[in-house]
């Protein structure tokens, strides 16, 4: 093959969402607005392009997503250093500050897209992936906290997902966390030979992310490093407290993980996981929590927020594996016909269908491709449609069509004749027979 004709394939890790599992992201997506909605939070929609400036200030210099996973990217008019979002909140804040939206009080407000990591790709982690998210700008207290676990936790419900824990952890203020990193450092460089590449790294920039190491040979001494919260004060202590009492009322059950951490700069207090055994390694299917620096951290007024934000990629996997899908192609009609003549009514036919509201799927190919009838009944009955609408010679001397029902119903698999001028009426009426059937 030459080159000119060489196949081009998929960027390795940004995948195609093929028909067979769009019922899952349609499900997904239909939930997430409806779980979003009930909780008064609005949509906002941001740009994939940001400035470079926004992920280094708001996620941090030293995290692993600014140092090695940004696809970033030099604008040739004019200079900017740009980047595609790697994740959600930094780019609805800076909208917010933008726009001045908590100006008059309070803002509640969701978002759902792509995102952009130069990961490996691996189960669960993708270089492009989609995320949902909330994000909960102005409200100080604990209480806001527990609203955006109960979000995630009526999602899964509403998805039918079973297999979710929550754990959660506070990590503080950043004076808390300084003396805390001093005692975790000093006791990480007693066992310096010990620590693997990743965690060597980060020892004297970012040592709390090396509590979150996934590496079964560091476990041991993981656990016996200083922990966090001997180093909370009493009102870090308080909120931590005040969020336990919130979600038992609300009959949440959660387990506190003293090594959960989350990678960006910007957290304070409360950080949260939801987590499945189902999806091997990567089993967080959502995290989130409280960045009170972030607004002031890139330009605003100082001012408390909360979110999360929610792999669908993952979510996805989990609803395969736990809520399989019925086939369906929400098509009503598959139009079948013979003959150049019913070839030009079958296309007016549907279009007057379609205009009743009905979905209609129209045997095309032009005279070189004709199909036999056996063969269009053949896609017909592949297509998934509720009835094979039959146009030939016949049928048009007689001002009729033949309507044959292609799937289980009340009217029992049966072929009649419909005058053309009543289709729309007797197809709506059967449509609606057979959802009361089923």
């Not at 890790?13 to 609005?42: C, H, K, Q």
């Not at 079964?216 to 909120?239: D, K, N, V």
């Not at 979600?247 to 957290?267: F, H, K, S, T």
Request: overall charge negative; hydrophobic content about 40%; charged content about 25%.
């Amino acid at each position: 093959m030459s080159k000119a004709n060489e196949r081009i394939a998929g960027v390795k890790g940004m995948n195609d969402a093929l028909p067979a599992t769009i019922g899952y992201w349609e499900l997904f997506e239909e939930a997430a607005r409806s779980v979003a909605r009930s909780y008064g939070y609005g949509e906002v929609r941001t740009p994939i392009v940001e400035s470079t400036r926004l992920f280094r200030r708001g996620i941090g210099e030293v995290t692993d997503i600014v140092e090695k996973e940004m696809y970033s990217f030099t604008d040739a008019l004019n200079g900017e250093e740009l980047t595609l979002r790697p994740e959600g909140t930094a780019g609805v804040v800076r909208a917010t500050i933008e726009h001045n939206l908590i100006y008059n009080g309070p803002q509640r407000l969701w978002y759902l897209g792509p995102m952009f990591r130069h990961e490996r790709p691996q189960r669960g982690r993708f270089r492009q992936f989609h995320q949902f998210g909330i994000e909960a700008l102005g409200f100080a207290g604990p209480d806001v906290d527990t609203e955006v676990i109960l979000v995630a936790r009526r999602l899964f419900e509403d998805l039918g997902l079973s297999d979710v824990r929550l754990e959660i952890n506070s990590i503080g203020e950043p004076a808390e966390r300084l003396l805390h990193r001093a005692a975790l450092i000093e006791y990480l460089e007693r066992f310096e030979k010990d620590l693997d590449g990743d965690a060597r790294r980060r020892l004297h920039t970012n040592p709390l992310r090396i509590l979150d190491t996934k590496n079964p040979g560091m476990q041991e001494l993981i656990e016996g490093a200083p922990r966090l919260s001997g180093y909370l004060g009493a009102t870090s202590q308080a909120h931590f407290e005040g969020l336990q009492e919130y979600l038992r009322e609300a009959g949440v059950q959660y387990r506190i993980n003293p090594r959960l951490v989350r990678g960006m700069d910007y957290y304070n207090l409360t950080v949260f996981e939801w987590v499945s055994d189902s999806l091997g390694a990567q089993g967080t299917v959502c995290g989130g929590g409280r960045y009170d620096p972030l607004i002031e951290m890139i330009g605003g007024k100082p001012a408390p927020a909360c979110g999360f934000g929610m792999g669908i990629e993952r979510i996805i996997d989990l609803m395969q594996q736990q809520t399989p899908l019925a086939a369906q192609s929400g098509c009503d009609a598959y139009i079948v016909h013979q003959g150049e003549g019913a070839a030009r009514l079958a296309m007016r036919l549907g279009e007057d269908l379609r205009s009743a509201g009905l979905n209609v799927i129209l045997h095309c190919g032009g005279e070189r491709q004709a199909s036999s009838f056996k063969t269009q009944m053949k896609r017909a009955d592949a297509s998934g449609a509720a009835f094979a609408l039959i146009l030939g010679e016949d049928e048009i001397k007689a001002g009729e069509i033949s309507v044959k029902t292609l799937r289980e119903s009340a009217a029992g698999g049966s072929q009649r004749r419909v005058r053309m001028e009543q289709l729309v009426e007797f197809l709506i009426d059967e449509i609606a027979g057979t959802q009361e059937f089923a």
